[in-house]
């Protein structure tokens, strides 16, 4: 009889020769790398202010938040954080989820259900593809770049609950959804359009409202945002935004927020202290789309033959084919100081694997410079660049595909 995990050996196996096995890496408290990976958009997470509200926050309410939110997990932070977080994007209501994932998952499974279409994006955060595959809805996979595409979809729906749903930015290429297009499909179809604004809050919008501010859909009773505080804000949650109907529901229905445990009061503290920050220092906007222009007109020097795009957000994808291409330049940017995103399949298509390498506000003229050496020095070997200085080690045998 075989061994009942004996399948692991053999996944592990075919991953590995396929060159998608993945390791954790635990991070030192001070590292010498150029952070180009992480979501830390805004430079927040280690902002004296912002890990001072964390620290206040644990102090005055606990370690933990005791328990669910209908329960004994919230607190006055929580409320208070809800009220910025709906002033700042212009929603009547916020919800606050532990994380932006269970957001995801509570606001679609809730505002589907059994006898209802999904209408997901093909390139949908995996949260929402896992919420659409929970909900008991029929789910149709579409092109939400496309709302035409969208269009002909609901034309032919009979479920009387339409949900369309899609990330506002790309998080892997940042490309941004036609949201103000698409609102016009599902207010005619009767449909309601859920944003997941994870990576325009704080980046894009006025103030870093986000996108749907910035397409002109905040308020809009039937549009539901979804965000998280991981990523600009510097901190870990997540939100949902939307009408104050939306949110009664979702208290009532969304079985993630109902029977999870609420945020930690220190990661409430730090998201407000963050918001406050943002407020008063929106240039800390501005900086981040200035260095993010800046790593990508260093890619395009370094490679010009790999087609890399004006950034519209935070990341600068660097397409470079197979995945041992995309890890082989990755750990060559380790080695020369830089810290990069690696992207390989499921997270994109097969032959896409890439380097997304991630700006931040905070990062310094110093820093700029050197992940402009480093770029030049790790992609110029691969795509015959100019400036090279020569093999890059796990570099030069392989050929990208393009």
């Avoid at 209501?93 to 093909?122: E, I, P, W």
């Avoid at 935004?241 to 445990?261: K, Q």
Wanted: contains cysteine.
């Amino acid at each position: 009889m075989d061994e009942p995990l004996g399948w692991l050996d053999e996944t592990a196996r075919a991953r590995r020769q396929a060159g998608l096995r993945r390791t954790i890496t635990p991070r030192d408290v001070v590292e010498p790398l150029v952070d180009l990976a992480s979501n830390d958009y805004l430079g927040l997470a280690r902002d004296p202010r912002v890990v001072e509200g964390a620290v206040a926050a644990t102090r005055t309410w606990g370690a933990g938040s005791t328990g669910s939110r209908l329960v004994t997990g919230s607190t006055r932070l929580h409320a208070d954080l809800e009220e910025d977080l709906a002033d700042l994007v212009g929603a009547p209501a916020a919800l606050v989820f532990s994380s932006g994932y269970t957001a995801n998952l509570g606001a679609v499974t809730a505002l589907s259900g059994r006898g209802a279409v999904v209408v997901s994006d093909v390139a949908a955060h995996a949260s929402l593809v896992d919420a659409a595959r929970l909900s008991r809805a029929r789910v149709v996979v579409s092109r939400c770049s496309r709302p035409a595409d969208v269009d002909a979809v609901l034309a032919e729906a009979d479920e009387r609950r339409r949900l369309v749903v899609t990330d506002g930015v790309d998080s892997v290429d940042g490309g941004l959804a036609p949201l103000a297009e698409l609102h016009a499909v599902c207010r005619a179809r009767g449909a309601i359009l859920l944003v997941d604004d994870a990576h325009g809050l704080g980046v894009r919008g006025p103030g870093g409202a986000g996108l749907v501010s910035e397409a002109g859909l905040a308020g809009e009773p039937d549009v539901v945002t979804t965000a998280t505080l991981s990523k600009s804000l510097g901190s870990q949650g997540g939100v949902v935004l939307g009408s104050a109907a939306v949110v009664a529901h979702l208290v009532d229905a969304a079985r993630s927020f109902i029977f999870d445990t609420g945020l930690a009061p220190g990661c409430a503290g730090a998201a407000l202290t963050a918001l406050g920050v943002l407020r008063a220092e929106p240039d800390r906007v501005a900086a981040l789309h200035a260095a993010a222009a800046s790593i990508a007109a260093s890619a395009r020097s370094a490679a010009p033959t790999l087609g890399v795009p004006e950034p519209t957000a935070a990341m600068v994808p660097v397409v470079l084919g197979e995945p041992e291409l995309a890890v082989a330049a990755r750990d060559a940017c380790a080695a020369a100081g830089l810290r990069a995103g690696c992207f390989r399949p499921p997270s994109v298509p097969e032959g896409t694997s890439r380097l997304r390498l991630t700006a931040r506000a905070d990062l310094s003229g110093d820093d700029l410079a050197l992940v402009d050496r480093v770029l030049h020095d790790v992609l110029g070997p691969i795509v015959g660049g100019s400036r090279s200085s020569g093999a890059v080690p796990g570099v030069a045998s392989w050929r990208p595909s393009f």
